[in-house]
T-cell receptor, first 109, second 114 residues
Framework: GIQVEQSPPDLILQEGANSTLRCNFS?????LQWFHQNPWGQLINLFY???GTKQNGRLSATTVATERYSLLYISSSQTTDSGVYFC???????????FGTGTRLQVFP | EAGVAQSPRYKIIEKRQSVAFWCNPI?????LYWYQQILGQGPKLLIQ????????DSQLPKDRFSAERLKGVDSTLKIQPAKLEDSAVYLC????????????FGEGSRLTVL
């Protein structure tokens, strides 16, 4: 099945710093989403982005489907950005949403 | 628009007991999913419904887990008998379209098996 790897696995930032999270996948996809799992366990939708670039406030995402990766940019990070960031994909061979390994982000004041 | 509703939020049981979780998806969403998330890991798909039919249950431990989605709306996930390794958060999600639809998750039901 499709493999979804995220990097880095852990990231520690000071408030105000910028960061880039990466998601690599091993097969062509027709669905890619980024989620933020907050400390209470809720999965919050950030982006639905099977291709192209989107921006929402301090966050933006880019998916280059032909090269099988997606990037999530966080600018001017805040302590509320802490949590685990997951990318999840649906490959053309299946209609299951498969989650990546996650990036744990800690933002300190 | 109301989100995905799940209950109970927390449940503590002893091993070999049974437990049931309930999910009400976003109105109009035909596809419903149950995921299991063990601490420190990403969510793992247990079962996927399209309306009231099962699309994929290949990772559902059928000797102890069962799920149904009567009338194509609400869904129930049951575990009987529970094992210690079933301690996890059970997440329900729904989407409008199966392959290309954006998934929306409920707050989850946290199960602790003692």
């Amino acid at each position: 099945g499709i493999q979804v790897e995220q990097s880095p696995p852990d990231l520690i930032l000071q408030e105000g710093a910028n960061s880039t999270l990466r998601c690599n996948f091993s097969d062509s996809v027709n669905n890619l989403q980024w989620f933020h799992q907050n400390p209470w366990g809720q999965l919050i939708n950030l982006f639905y982005i099977p291709s192209g670039t989107k921006q929402n406030g301090r966050l933006s995402a880019t998916t280059v489907a032909t090269e099988r990766y997606s990037l999530l940019y966080i600018s001017s990070s805040q302590t509320t950005d802490s949590g685990v960031y997951f990318c999840a994909v649906v490959s053309y061979n299946t209609d299951k949403l498969i989650f990546g390994t996650g990036t744990r982000l800690q933002v300190f004041p | 628009e109301a989100g995905v509703a799940q209950s109970p939020r927390y449940k503590i049981i002893e091993k070999r007991q049974s437990v049931a979780f309930w999910c009400n998806p976003i109105s109009g969403h035909a596809t419903l999913y149950w995921y299991q998330q063990i601490l420190g890991q990403g969510p793992k798909l247990l079962i996927q419904f399209q309306n009231n039919g099962v699309v994929d249950d290949s990772q559902l431990p059928k000797d102890r887990f069962s799920a149904e989605r009567l009338k194509g709306v609400d869904s129930t996930l049951k575990i009987q008998p529970a094992k210690l390794e079933d301690s996890a958060v059970y997440l329900c999600a729904s989407s409008l379209y199966r392959e290309t639809g954006e998934l929306f998750f409920g707050e989850g039901s946290r199960l602790t098996v003692l």
